[in-house]
Each structure stands twice: as structure tokens, then as C-alpha cells.
């Protein structure tokens, strides 16, 4: 049902706290906490901490982003959409996809494999130093001698990194809505 009346002051608001809530979530996970955490916490107290609030950081990011889409489109009928428009609709719709994706398969996979391998580095004596840095030579090490530990690092760094470019993404597509949404302030 979408409309091309003015949108309330309610809904301005919602779609203004739904992006602003994303984006702080989105800069305080990727940029704040997971340094402070790698940096202060031992390995697997991290892990741990993280594939409990990197699921919900990504389902919840997920929400948003579709919330913003599905208010957006509700205002901006597709038969008078400007191509700005038509292009915000499309960057809140790769924002969901993207997100969805990510929620979905890659932080999912990426906490199983971690779990997996904090087993086997707990059966090593493994995991309890702070950051990887401060004994990368024993995880060498482990990586070399078991096989099953080796395939699971590869597989963490190919999922680690498909989450990142994801979340990235989402990133740059809060980032371009902000802008467009500042931009256009008086009519949202």
C-alpha cells in the first residue's frame, strides 16, 4: 500500500532512529568493541563473547535494514520515484539482502567454526592468552601438525572475511542514507 502523501512526524522519526540505531551498531561492533575485546580478554573468553553478540548484531542489523526499506518504499510509490529515489530504494534493499546474508550463513558459520576450533586448541592447552599475537608460534605450530585444526583456519579466515565485506557493505549503504536522508531532511 504505499502512498505518496507526507510521511507523519512518527514515521520521519522511526525510519530516522531505525538508520541512526544500524549505523551506531554497525560502528561501535566493527570499529569499538572488537578491538577492545581482542585486546583485553583471552581468546576464547572473545570468541565466546562474540558469537553471542555478532548473531544478534547481525539479526537485529538485518530488522532494521528492512524496516527502513519496507517505510521507505511505503512513502516513495515506484511509478513517481526521481532516480534518486529509485536509488535509495536500491541501497536499502542491497543493505537487507546483504545483512540477511550475513546473518544467515556467514556469522553463523563463522561462530561453528570457531567453536570447533576453540575445542581443539582447549585439548592443546591452548586459548587462554590475550590476542592471537601473543603466542602466534604455538598455533603455527598447531596449524601444522593437525590437519583438522588447519582446514578449520582456512575455513574461518574465507568466512571471517565474506562476514567482513558484508558488514562493510552495509556500512557504506548506512552511510549513503544518512547522507541521502540528511540531504533531504524536510521530506523523508
Same mark, same amino acid.
Not at 93 to 103: C, E, G, Q, R, Y
Given at each position: ?13 522511526? &525510519? ?22 581482542? #585486546? #583485553? ?22 530488522? @532494521? ?62 586459548? &587462554? ?5 601473543? #603466542? ?16 578449520? @583456519? ?14 562493510? @557493505? @552495509? ?12 540531504? #533531504?531532511?524536510?521530506?523523508?
Amino acid at each position: 500500500m504505499a502512498t505518496d502523501q507526507e510521511p507523519t512526524y512518527t514515521v520521519k522519526l522511526l &525510519q530516522l532512529l531505525l538508520l541512526s540505531t544500524y549505523w551506531g551498531m554497525q560502528i561501535w561492533v566493527t570499529f569499538v568493541s572488537s578491538f577492545v575485546m581482542d #585486546n #583485553n580478554l583471552n581468546r576464547h573468553t572473545y570468541g565466546f563473547i562474540q558469537s553471542r553478540l555478532v548473531p544478534f548484531y547481525l539479526h537485529l542489523g538485518s530488522a @532494521c535494514a528492512f524496516f527502513n526499506l519496507s517505510i521507505y518504499a511505503v512513502y516513495h510509490p515506484r511509478d513517481i520515484l526521481d532516480d534518486r529515489e529509485s536509488f535509495q530504494i536500491f541501497i536499502f534493499f542491497v543493505s537487507v539482502t546483504v545483512a540477511a546474508v550475513n546473518a544467515q550463513w556467514f556469522g553463523q558459520m563463522t561462530s561453528e567454526i570457531m567453536a570447533d576450533m576453540h575445542l581443539i586448541e582447549q585439548a592443546c592447552g591452548l586459548g &587462554q592468552d590475550i590476542g592471537l599475537s601473543s #603466542n602466534r608460534e604455538a598455533y603455527a605450530k598447531l596449524c601444522e601438525s593437525d590437519v583438522k585444526y588447519k582446514h578449520l @583456519c582456512r575455513r574461518l579466515w574465507v568466512y571471517r572475511l565474506l562476514s567482513s565485506l558484508c558488514n562493510l @557493505c @552495509c556500512i557504506g549503504c548506512n552511510f549513503y542514507s544518512l547522507s541521502y536522508m540528511a540531504e #533531504n531532511l524536510s521530506h523523508l
